[in-house]
Nanobody
């Protein structure tokens, strides 16, 4: 079992910044990857950024150069700069372990609007 606690999110104007945080607890030794996904209304959930235990960080093309993922397989931070209305979504923290599959946080709303 892995438990995920998310914080951050909120309402910001276009061009603004927000920082999301996610802390994992439980069977951390089994986690291979940890990251953030997002889901906008009527859309499928999509990867935003994730890091793997061997240090690789992957970003969605739509956020490259604007978002930065940092941390480790226990606590990650997503710094989101130059936010756009298209970034509006519920953001979910995720961990993946080969033997256990995916765990998800409860989600945090990010709204970019003037």
């Amino acid at each position: 079992q892995v438990q995920l606690v998310e914080s951050g999110g909120g309402l910001v104007q276009p061009g603004g910044s927000l920082r999301l945080s996610c802390e994992a607890s439980g069977r951390l030794f089994s986690i291979y990857a940890m990251g953030w996904y997002r889901q906008a209304p009527g859309e499928e959930r999509e990867l935003v950024a994730r890091l793997t235990r061997d240090g690789r960080i992957d970003y969605a093309d739509s956020v490259k150069g604007r978002f930065t993922l940092s941390g480790n397989i226990a606590h990650i931070y997503l710094q989101m700069n130059s936010l756009k209305p298209a970034d509006t979504a519920v953001y979910y923290c995720n961990t993946f372990a080969p033997a256990q599959g995916d765990y998800w946080g409860q989600g945090t709303q990010v709204t970019v609007s003037s």
